[in-house]
Each structure stands twice: as C-alpha cells, then as structure tokens.
C-alpha cells in the first residue's frame, strides 16, 4: 500500500508528538550557577546561609520551613513541650535515608549531638541544652537548662545524617581542623533529602539527582541539578544568556537593568531577613576618631536623633541601590516573627537647619568630626551607602572621615574582642539577620542587650548601646511561653531601642536572582534557594 | 658543573625560604579568617579558642616554622574555607591549569611562529602590516576584556562555545583531563586563546625581527646563488636558525602562563589552581596561600634552573669561569 501525502503528515505529526513527548518526559536537567562554591557538603561544617541551605536539598530537618518560611512538618510529624523544660520530637516513620536504610530515633539523636560536637559550627543552637535522648524508635526527647520556647525554630536548619554511615565511614564528627585529615563527610553526603548527592567535584560542580524514594510529594519536575561556582559576575550573566545555565543566584545590581530586557530571561526581586544598619559608639568616655575630647557626642540620644533624621534613605535607594532595597526602621525585617509593622515607620527627615540647631542645643554649634568604618565586600554596595552618608552628614556639619575595607579585615577591627571590650570603632554599618530562629529576640540578645561577658548578651552590641528596661524586657521573652504575652513584651522593648535611636536601620537589600523564562521557582526571602520547587518547562 | 647546580639549588632554597617568609609576614594583611569561617552567632570566646587552636596569634616567624616543620613532614594542614587536606586541592586543581597552560603555549607557538615568519619575510605587505596592527591590540587589551569578549561574540550571541567552565572531563589515575571528549575539547578554545593572545603577539614580534636580521644575513644569499627553492631557504636554513630564543622564550613563558592563570581562570570559571588561589585569597585562606606561593616561587625556581644550564651549554665562556683551575684568576 502507498501512503498519500495527508496520511504522510498525520503520521510525521504523531511522530513529532510522540518524539516531543518523551523528551518531555526524559531529562530536566537545572544548571545553575553561583558566585562561590558550598564549602562544605557536611551540613554542620558552617553556620552560613548557603551551605546550610543548599545541603538541605540533600540533609532532611526535623521541621523545615516553606515557602513563606512558616515551620512545618519535615522528619519530625509532632513536636511539642511536655513541660517548660522538655522537648519531644515524633519521628515519621517509613522515611529511608538515600541508602535505602530506614530513619529512627538513633539517627536524630546521633546528628544532633553531632550538630553540638567538636569540629561543627552550629554549637550555638545548642545553648539551651542539657540532654538528648531518645524513648523508643520514634521519638526523641530533649530536656534544656531553662525554658526555651525557640528551640523548634532554631533547629529548622539542622539537617538529619544517617548514623550508620557516618560511622562506618568515620565521620562521626565534622572535620577537624587542627589535623591534616580529610573527612569524610566532607565529600559525601547521607541523608534523607528530595536529592541525591551523584557526583561531587569542589569548585568546579556538583551534581544531584532527585531521591526516588522521598518520603514527601516532589513539587519538582528535575531529573538532574548541575551547580557550578563562577566567581566572575559576567561571566555569570553572559553565561546564563547563552543558556549554558538556567539561573544565577547573586546577580550584581548593575546587570539587572540588562537583564530585565532580554526577552529569554526573568529577573525576580525580593526583599532579604537582613536589615543593614548603622550604629553608634555610645559606650566609650570619648569618641576614638572624633576632635571632640572628654566626651562622647553620640552618648546624647539627641545628637543620634540629628544624625537619624539626616540620613535619607530613600535617596540611598534612589541612587546608590537602583531602587533595589527596602527602607526600614526596624531592626528585624517582615517575614520574622515579632516584626511590628506599626512601627516601621521613619521619623521625618530634617531640614539641615533644624538638624544643625539639634545639634547646636546639644553643644555642639559647629558640628564635629569622627571616623567611619565600612565594609567594602560584605554587603550589596556597601562602601557606596557609607560614601552617601558622609555626604548627607557634612550637610548639617558631621565631619566623617570614611574607612572602607575588606571584610576579614574590618570585622576583626569594629567587633568586639574575647573579653567583650569595645572593638576600635567610632561609627560602623553591619547586616544582621536572625538566622536561626527567625525570631527578634535573637537581634535583642545579639545586638541590642547590654554587653554582659557573664550571661553572652550583646556579643555584637558593637556600639555598646544600654538601656536596662530593655534588657530585662529581652531577657523575659526569651523564656516567655504565652504569646500574646510575649508579643507585648516584644512591641514595648522594640518602642524603647527605637525611641531611643540605639541604631539607624537603613534597609534590607534586595535579593536579585534571574532565571531563563522556564524555570519556576520559589524565592524566600531568607536567601534560601529550595530545589524542591523547582520546575523546568 | 655540579658545583654550579649545587649551589644554584642552595641559592633556590633561600629564595623559597624568603618568598615564604614574605608571605606569611603579609598574611596578617589579608584579614582574619576567623570572621570567615564561623558562622555570625558564633560567640567571641568560641572565636578566640578557634583562632588559639588554629595558632593564629602566634607571631609571623614561628606560624612560618610551624608551616615549614609540617610542610617538610607533606602535611599542609586543612584548608580554612573546605575543610580538606590542601595538598589533595592543589593536586586536584593542578591537570586544568597545566592542560590549559600547554593548550595556551601551543595556540600561541603554531599560530604566532607562522605569523612572525610571514610578517618577516614580507615586512611591507599590507597583510603584513594588518597582523602588525591586530598583535597591538593582542597586546594591549586586558585579559579578562579579552575573555569576556569573546565569551560574548562565541558563547552568548553565535553558541558555539561554552561560556565557563571545563565540559566533560575523563579521569586517568589522579589526573583529570579535557583532551578525551569533545565538551572537554570546546571548552579549552575559548580560555586558551585568552590566555596565550599575549604570548602570541610577543613570539610573533620576536620571531619576524629575527628573520628580518637572518634574511639579510650572506648564508641565506649563498643559498639563493645556489638556486635553492624558497621553502627550503624560508624554513630549512633561516627559521631554524632564529629558533633559539624562541625556544628559550616559550619555556620561559610556560611558567609565566601557569603562575599567570589566574584572571583567564577567574574568567571562565576554570577549576585550576589559579581561581583556587583568588577563592583562598578572598577567604585569608592561609594554609592554601602558603602551599600555593610555595609552589609557585618552586616553579620559577626550576625555571631559572633550566635557564642558567641551558646558558651554560649555550655559553663555553660560563664553562671554563665555574669549576675549572681558571677559578683562582678572580
């Protein structure tokens, strides 16, 4: 029999159909790129927003956050207090760990106490702690010191690791740095997660495959995700318009304009949990780098106020930011919890005059001189907000002399040292985002609190700044289990540091990724870049 | 002679020993890798333990013999960003930045040699006079403009190319290499040209000054009174001839293109040693950027090394100073 031609193109459209269906089904690859690589695939080997998030594709936790960073069931299907003191954690049963062996109470123990050993860096959540244990297969119970309502959100992060294999393959503790060993967890990686470590290649690109046997519903369609370092910011963005990958995380604020007119790419900008402030030495007698001697202008809540009120910056977003930062007065951004909005409001920018008449009331007619010191690779321009600061300052007489730097060299100088002394600093910005408990009272005890070296309040209170009404309001809602209770005390401590203009709060950055047309994704705004949600068109 | 290598390799030893020095004098300006690598709640006694333990507080001199005791032992400690054994990151990084390297050298023998040769034998063509022009601006354009140029015309606007990276690599034994798949393959033009343009222009400008000299030598008029064809004068008898420095400049550029690497690898994400050292350097990476230095002032050591014997065979003058009963003259 002889085809005709009608029959002909029906059969090659079925063809084509049938061909274009099962290179739909086949492979959905996600290459994606960003400036530096996961140091680690250990999930405790830093306390850092990318490591912690990336391995956590591949590290299940207990209770792991969604999409609007809200606490949900992930390993552990209840969890709760028994009394103020003890912890329970249920297990979800049937959950295999990627080598097919089954998750049980040993294994949470096992990693958490891991979590708190030498060599990791997530001690710090462990604080609270007295004892791990566990009460059957499936259940783990945790006693702590003294009440501690946050101690579920502080170990949303910690991923579980198979016990099993991290014995057999010694690596029942993160890698030591004191000894010339590798370890192996390092490399490798067993865990629970939506994927598979397939192939791991330091600095040049790691390869995971989705877990066929996760115990959750994939919201993903991936059947393969390529990451690769690549330091240079073109590179990146010629790379991702050549389609070589299909999303950048940290696109650099000078791209996105370009960005945003290739037809082939979308670029998505959302506002980050980190607040960028200024703050203030209010600690020492007299100012180190200022020619005011024998006192200290900014210990005058009305100097700050002058110096608050001078600083616009909606003109920093204007100009410096391209628009791409959010200004705030808080200390906390939205999205954490006892975030007030009402009182997120800006007080009205002075007038030049009106501020140098402040600051004249306060005795200081002529202004005066201090130093500043900056970041100039930490945050997004950074060096470029501190320059228009000293440019708004010198308008109402404030002499600031800049000192940008890079950043290893600039924390050691502004932070605080061993002994809780003042670090050698006059004026200084910081980003401050409470990662782990994505809670304010993390920002009270770090930044705002009293420096205390007894009770470790106040480590990066750099400015020294006290106020003992709100110390002991910050003390109480770290162990206040009654939340409406909790949150009065919360808005009344936020009214004092903000009446008191303890710290200028400039803004939060805004995150910039850019992905090709289709590719769906989710964007918290933690930073966090969750493969799970992630679809290929 | 052996006394001439012997005491060029005591020389070598001190110069390693004052790069080492030097670097470790300088580390303390790099910042503290502390802040790096703990996390921000990370408390200042936990900090100060980490950086008592890491002996970071002690002195420049005795970290340096610290470094010195544990480096003679093979052991370069951990690395502060990864965690893993140094020497085992170096080795890893080592085959893209020597396969890139050679790749790089070739690019710039087989294409700049030609060219120098034509431009030689025709000084006034108006070709001649087009690559003259070209090779000023292989010159003078940085290398990372270069790079990001052509990543542009080849990977983002005709996709022929890959835009970063090393493609497909096949393992052999430890070695890692890009010259068994085709992806591998691709992905070295780009960086290669990038990184041997600079020695192109100079080995073309070095050789079409030495033919023009050659050219105008008697031999090369002797050959053409004999009536020998012009390929065989062109390349029998005056290439050869100005081959001698060429040679002795491309060994020498060879360890300038690996310790030099390092913004064609920023460039196009190339995993060598090269962006290990900028990643380490931007994290007070101590421990690599101690090993690294090391190996490359041993680098250009071994170079000069090769250097010196090799003005040694070349030069009967520096045979009979060293050594010999004439010594007893100075």
């Known amino acids: ?537 | 002679m052996i006394a001439f290598i012997l005491r060029r390799l005591l020389q070598s030893i001190a110069v390693l020993l004052a790069v080492g020095l030097v670097a470790f004098s300088l580390f303390r300006y790099v910042g503290d890798p502390i802040n790096a690598m703990v996390g921000q709640d990370t408390t200042m006694e936990q900090r100060e333990e980490l950086r008592t333990k890491l002996g970071l507080n002690d002195p420049a001199p005795i970290q340096f013999l610290r470094f010195l005791s544990n480096a003679a032992r093979g052991n370069f400690g951990l690395s502060y960003r990864t965690s893993e054994p140094v020497g085992r990151l170096i080795v890893e990084r080592m085959p893209a930045t020597l396969e890139l390297s050679f790749c790089a050298a070739l690019f710039a023998l087989f294409v700049g040699v030609p060219m120098g040769v034509y431009t030689g034998l025709y000084p006034k063509h108006w070709s001649s006079r087009l690559l003259q022009a070209v090779s000023l601006i292989g010159i003078s354009l940085p290398t990372f403009l270069i790079g990001i140029l052509l990543i542009l015309v080849f990977a983002v606007y005709l996709h022929w190319l890959p835009s970063f990276g090393r493609g497909q690599t096949v393992q052999i034994g430890w070695w890692t290499t890009n010259f068994l798949t085709i992806s591998g393959l691709k992905a070295l033009i780009l960086p290669s040209i990038t990184l041997g343009l600079f020695q192109l222009t100079l080995l073309m400008r070095l050789v079409r000054s030495e033919m023009l000299e050659v050219m105008r030598t008697d031999y090369i008029k002797f050959a053409r009174a004999r009536g020998l064809t012009n390929r065989a004068i062109n390349f029998g008898h005056a290439l050869k001839n100005t081959l001698v420095p060429v040679i002795t400049v491309t060994g020498l550029q060879l360890g300038a293109l690996i310790a030099f690497a390092i913004v064609t690898e920023t460039v196009f994400a190339w995993p060598g040693v090269g962006q290990l050292f900028i990643q380490s350097v931007q994290f007070s990476d101590i421990p690599v950027m101690a090993a690294y230095l090391l190996l490359i002032g041993l680098l250009f050591v071994l170079i000069n090394l090769t250097v010196d014997l090799l003005y040694f065979a070349v030069d009967p003058r520096l045979r009979s100073q060293t050594g010999g009963p004439r010594m007893a003259g100075h």
Not at chain 1, 78 to 100: A, L, N, S, Y
Not at chain 1, 323 to 341: D, H, R
Not at chain 1, 394 to 400: R, T
Not at chain 1, 499 to 525: C, E, G, M, T
């Open chain 1, 1 to 537: 029999m002889t085809f005709n031609l009608r029959q002909s193109v029906a059969l090659a459209a079925i063809a084509c159909a049938g061909f274009g269906m099962t290179s739909l089904a086949e492979a959905k690859t996600f290459k994606w790129a960003n400036s530096g690589d996961v140091s680690s695939m250990d999930p405790y080997a830093r306390q850092e927003t990318f490591l912690l998030t990336f391995n956590s594709n591949i590290y299940d936790p207990l209770i792991r956050r969604d999409k609007n960073l809200k606490l949900e069931p992930a390993l552990a299907t209840k969890w709760g207090q028994t009394d103020p003191t003890t912890w329970f954690f249920d297990i979800r049963p049937g959950v295999k760990f990627h080598d097919g062996s089954p998750l049980t109470a040993d294994d949470v123990v096992f990693s958490l106490n891991r979590a708190n050993g030498p060599g990791s860096n997530m001690q710090s959540n462990f604080v609270s702690v007295k004892e791990i244990k566990k009460d059957g297969d499936m259940r783990v119970v945790v006693t702590t010191k003294y009440p501690d309502p946050l101690l579920a959100d502080k170990w949303a992060a910690l991923g579980m690791m198979s016990k099993a294999w991290a014995e057999k393959n010694n690596a029942q503790n993160s890698a030591d740095m004191t000894k010339n060993e590798e370890n192996f967890a390092t490399r490798n990686a067993m865990g629970t997660g939506p994927f598979m470590l397939k192939e791991r290649r330091a600095g040049e690109k790691t390869i995971l495959v989705p877990n066929p046997n996760w115990w959750d519903k994939p919201e993903h369609n991936l059947t393969e995700v390529i990451f690769a370092p690549v330091a240079n910011p073109a590179t990146r963005i010629a790379a991702l318009k050549a389609g070589d990958i299909d999303m950048t995380y940290e696109v650099p604020p000078a791209d996105t304009e370009t960005l945003k007119k290739d037809a082939n790419i979308k670029v998505m900008e959302g506002p980050e949990t980190r607040v960028v402030y200024l703050g203030m030495d209010q600690e020492r007698p007299e100012l180190l780098e200022s020619n005011v001697k024998g006192k200290n202008p900014f210990k005058d809540k009305n100097v700050r106020e002058a110096i608050h009120r001078s600083i616009d910056v909606d003109a920093i977003k204007r100009t410096v930011m391209r628009g791409q930062s959010f200004p705030t007065n808080l200390m906390v951004a939205p999205g954490i919890n006892g975030y007030m909005k009402d009182l997120d409001k800006r007080p009205a920018l002075l007038k030049p005059e009106e501020a140098k008449k402040m600051l004249a009331d306060a005795g200081y007619p002529n202004g005066f001189e201090v130093g500043m010191d900056c970041p100039n690779d930490r945050y997004v321009n950074d060096e470029k907000i501190c320059q228009a600061v000293v440019a708004m300052l010198a308008k109402i007489g404030v002499k600031v002399t800049l000192k940008a730097q890079t950043r290893n060299l600039y924390f050691a100088k502004i932070l605080r040292k061993n002994d809780l002394s003042p670090g050698e600093t006059s004026f200084y910005m910081l980003g401050w985002s409470p990662a782990q408990t994505y809670d304010v009272h993390n920002v009270f005890e770090a930044l705002i609190q009293t420096p205390n070296k007894a009770t470790k309040k106040g480590q990066f209170n750099a400015g020294g700044y006290s106020n003992p009404k709100l110390d002991a309001l910050a003390d109480k809602m770290e162990q206040e289990t009654d939340k409406a209770k909790r949150d009065a005390e919360i808005a009344e401590a936020t009214k004092l540091y903000v009446d008191d203009f303890a710290y200028i709060p400039l803004h939060q950055q805004a995150l910039v990724w850019a992905a090709r047309k289709n590719i769906d994704l989710v964007q918290p705004a933690d930073n966090s870049f969750p493969l799970r949600f992630v679809n290929v068109k």
